[in-house]
């Protein structure tokens, strides 16, 4: 299970699809794409691990 906060903030996601079996995530504050598999940012507003 992973945290879901990030530099103190709380995020909510939701599922943006789905890659190599894997889930992606957007987060709506930032609205980040996040990978399921090693909990990080693949998309630009949020480079961080969760």
Avoid: P
């Amino acid at each position: 299970m992973w945290e879901a906060t990030v530099d103190g903030r709380q995020l909510h996601f939701q599922l943006a699809g789905i890659n190599n079996q894997n889930f992606i995530m957007r987060d709506e504050e930032t609205g980040s794409w996040w990978q399921q598999v090693n909990g990080e940012a693949i998309s630009a507003r949020s480079k961080a691990n969760v």
